[in-house]
């Protein structure tokens, strides 16, 4: 971290999951509390906020975003419009401005914030509250390298951060951005599948979790493509490909093409709701 990244005060503004987990990174990557503000509607949230990590809190999202030179907007799609207009005028030449939500464009709040203003498009996840996450960045035009390289250091601690083109921002958040939802849903269904069998319903979560995590560190830590450790599972006539079968049957591999196809879609549809006059 250099000096001047180490003084940079950094506001958060509507500080809900996406908001809190940005601010717990923040605060890993050994940045100092009082360097940092977030913003809640909510007075108990906010005291929440205050009392959880230490920082500074407020309602008052332009006096936040007039002194920072970082500002993350952390609100759902159909607020950021507002939001951003809210603050525009309090925004300083120079501030740096993240966004972490879906759908909406950097071209969206570029024409709303200062002319020049730099902007970067995030899109993490949740397991980035616990430092497993990952997220990929998109620079708007005003944007340059030693923004991206800030935007990385800020992350550095919620997991991979990788730099993707903003066209690919959609379908990145339809596979990593909802992805954990989608692995809860198959571990509570193999959880479920235990359960019936049999199994305790504690023990039968507990070999579900560790399985997949076992598996995706066996993708990453070997390089090998899941479709090769796959076939290392399914012994010839064995148990394995006997199950595979049935998800083959069930569509199931269909289904998560159509998940993701689905959720790109609705990034898309969000986007021409809310972007309607850009
Ligand atoms: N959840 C996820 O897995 C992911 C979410 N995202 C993106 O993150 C963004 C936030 O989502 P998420 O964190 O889940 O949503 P949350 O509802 O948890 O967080 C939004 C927060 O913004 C607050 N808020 C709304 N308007 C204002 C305002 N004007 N001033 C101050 N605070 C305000 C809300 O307050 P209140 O509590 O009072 O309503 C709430 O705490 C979305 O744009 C989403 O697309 C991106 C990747 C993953
Ligand atoms: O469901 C959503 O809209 C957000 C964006 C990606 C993950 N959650």
Redesign the pocket.
């Known amino acids: 971290m250099t000096q001047t990244q180490e003084q940079a005060l950094i506001a958060v503004?509507?500080?809900?999951?996406?908001?809190?987990?940005a601010l717990t990174g923040i605060l890993s990557a050994g940045w100092d509390p009082e360097r940092v503000v977030a913003?809640?509607?909510?007075p108990e949230?906010a005291d929440e906020l205050a009392r959880t990590h230490g920082v500074r809190t407020t309602?008052d999202?332009v006096a936040a975003a007039a002194e920072a030179d970082v500002v993350i907007?952390?609100?759902?799609?159909k607020?950021?419009g507002?939001?951003t207009e809210?603050i525009s005028s309090a925004v300083r030449p120079g501030t740096l401005v993240l966004?972490?939500?879906?759908?909406l464009s950097c071209a969206f709040y570029e024409k709303r914030l200062p002319e020049g203003t730099p902007f970067v498009r995030?899109?993490?996840?949740?397991p980035s509250s616990i430092g497993v996450g990952v997220s990929a960045i998109s620079p708007g035009v005003a944007a340059t390298d030693e923004h991206l390289e800030l935007v990385e250091t800020l992350l550095a601690s919620t997991g991979l951060v990788i730099r993707i083109a903003e066209k690919d921002q959609a379908a990145v958040?339809a596979l990593s951005?909802?992805g954990?939802?989608y692995v809860f849903y198959v571990l509570d269904a193999l959880s479920e599948a235990g359960t019936l069998m049999g199994i305790p319903r504690a023990t039968a979560a507990q070999l579900a979790a560790q399985t997949v995590l076992g598996a995706a560190t066996m993708v990453q830590e070997t390089g090998e493509h899941p479709a090769i450790l796959r076939e290392k599972v399914s012994s010839p006539g064995g148990t394995t490909i006997a199950g595979l079968r049935e998800l083959d049957r069930g569509g199931v591999r269909a289904a998560f093409v159509d998940a993701l196809t689905a959720a790109k879609a609705r990034a898309g549809e969000l986007s021409a709701e809310l972007e309607a006059d850009v």
């Open positions: 503004l509507g500080t809900g999951v996406m908001g809190e987990t913003t809640a509607r909510r949230r309602h999202n907007l952390g609100v759902k799609p607020d950021i507002a939001l809210e966004t972490v939500a879906v759908g995030v899109m993490p996840n949740t958040a951005g909802s954990p939802a």
